[in-house]
């Protein structure tokens, strides 16, 4: 994008009316603004520091109206204390039940992958940054539902109960089978997208069934009335994040730029407007460097890219 | 860990606003560290930028219903952690003594002595370190709010109480000041090494 001369602000989001942060016009501007990020003298505080912290904020909220210095205890107080830890007690002992009926989430942390077994002997290997749920006492014993934010490969033992993964508004259903979902709801639309390896499933968005036989795909989003009808895919394509592959098949941008940040667990800034949604193809057969896949996509796209303190950071 | 972007942080206030303690809690997590930061470029003591940080949150908590869903509650808090940090200096230095650069000086002499943690990496990066803290106050602040904690200009501009648009001079200031340091400092290198 273009700027005028006489305005050195930028939009950082074109929708919103404030939201103008600074962007370096010059390019020796740019140099010096992303070494200053390099070079930030900070404290790293660790997150035991911040619950404390947030501990001692959450005491002195609850029993004090005024913010004290060292949050002496009045007379009057002591009882409040007694009741305190009656409370706490209490609390403690509903928490722990409930515990038993709530569901179990696991997130997986960026940079890597997991694999998780479940007392079926049903297996889930999940993507960097996907969360998946489900309820600790009755899954593999009466049902067998999950609940997932992200992209993971099942292999589902033949079962009484029908494995149900339920997605961003979408449900697959399998009786024994292998098959990768994809369901980001940071996507455009919260796309999902299911693609069999062996077996079948039944895959439900929106109103109609679609039935998905081994090496096809659908996929369905906000946006789509039904989900698609069934595609044939390269075999090779169907969960290759697994072997840390990349492929990315006409999707847009901001897409391709999120799934980096996950898997290599970075930060990229995108301070091109309107180039979230410019679409792209892209195939690494090997795990390669996140700097070396953003050379390709901003020489392919006439884009720039500079690292900073966390990550990378695009423009034009 | 990721900043929240401003729709998050205006969804938390809203729900704050509303006495949601999750919502407090979320906006806590999130921007403590980089609140504490913020406040020990001040008093350059570590316990003390906790403490500031930890009483703007009761604070924000206590006068919740004031909470305007339109304006930037960051802003807000990075405004009251600044006060708070400058009423916390002049209590513990000399009136007499300036508040700019000696500040760190003047701690020191007073057995303050900067938290460890805060030390330095490599030339490079206490070099620029060292030539941000030589940048004129005001340059320095709106410079630091912008690149570093991720601040927009009218954020910048409630904070510092001055226009979007000196903000964006002081900063652009601040990196031709920057530039030229930086230049000399190459040019020292290669004459170092040439001898």
């Known amino acids: 994008m273009k700027n005028k001369k006489d305005n050195p602000l930028r939009p950082y989001r074109p929708e919103s009316e404030n939201g103008v942060r600074f962007i370096p016009e010059k390019e020796d501007h740019q140099e010096i603004w992303n070494l200053a990020g390099m070079y930030r003298e900070r404290a790293q505080i660790e997150t035991t520091e911040i619950e404390d912290a947030l501990g001692r904020v959450h005491s002195r909220l609850d029993f004090t109206d005024t913010p004290g210095k060292n949050g002496k205890a009045a007379p009057g107080e002591k009882t409040w204390l007694y009741a305190r830890y009656l409370v706490a007690a209490l609390a403690l002992i509903v928490f722990g039940g409930y515990l038993l009926f709530v569901p179990v989430t696991i997130t997986v942390p960026h940079g890597e992958i997991a694999t998780i077994e479940f007392r079926d002997g049903s297996t889930a290997e999940l993507n960097s940054g996907t969360s998946l749920s489900y309820n600790r006492i009755f899954f593999g014993r009466t049902e067998r539902n999950l609940t997932m934010n992200g992209e993971a490969f099942f292999r589902v033992v033949p079962g009484s109960e029908t494995f149900r993964v339920h997605a961003n508004n979408t449900t697959t259903e399998v009786t024994g089978t292998e098959f990768n979902i994809r369901s980001w709801n940071s996507d455009p639309g919260s796309e999902t997208t299911v693609t069999v390896s062996n077996g079948g499933v039944i895959f439900l968005a929106s109103s109609e069934p679609v039935a998905l036989t081994a090496g096809n795909q659908s996929r369905w989003n906000l946006e789509l009335d039904a989900p698609t009808e069934p595609a044939a895919i390269e075999h090779d394509d169907i969960a290759g994040w697994r072997e840390r592959r990349l492929i990315f098949r006409d999707q847009p941008l901001i897409t391709i730029l999120r799934e980096l940040e996950r898997a290599y667990d970075i930060r990229i800034e995108l301070d091109v407007p309107g180039a979230e949604t410019e679409t792209l193809t892209a195939y690494y057969a090997r795990p390669v460097t996140a700097a070396s896949v953003l050379e390709d996509i901003t020489l392919v796209k006439d884009l720039r890219y500079a690292q900073t303190a966390d990550g990378y950071r695009i423009f034009k | ?195």
């Open chain 2, 1 to 195: 860990m990721k900043e929240p972007d401003s729709e998050q942080i205006m969804y938390w206030a809203a729900r704050i606003r509303k006495s949601d303690p999750q919502a407090f809690d979320c906006l806590f997590r999130a921007l403590y560290p980089a609140l504490v930061n913020f406040a020990f470029r001040y008093t350059r003591h570590k316990p003390a930028a906790c403490d500031i940080v930890q009483d703007s949150f009761v604070t924000l908590w206590q006068k919740r219903d004031g909470i305007e869903p339109e304006k930037s509650l960051k802003a807000y808090l990075y405004r009251i952690v600044k006060n708070r940090s400058i009423n916390w200096l002049q209590m513990h230095i000399n009136r007499s003594e300036p508040l700019t650069d000696e500040s760190e000086n003047a701690l020191k002499a007073n057995g303050h002595a900067p938290d460890s943690q805060f030390e330095q990496k490599s030339a490079l990066a206490e070099s620029f370190n060292e030539w941000i803290k030589e940048l004129p106050e005001r340059q320095q602040e709106a410079f630091e709010l912008s690149r570093f904690e991720g601040l927009d200009h009218n954020e910048i501009a409630g904070v510092m109480e001055v226009s979007p648009k000196t903000v964006n001079n002081h900063i652009v200031a601040a990196l031709n000041t920057l530039r030229e340091r930086y230049n000399n400092y190459q040019q020292n290198l290669k004459r170092a090494e040439e001898s």
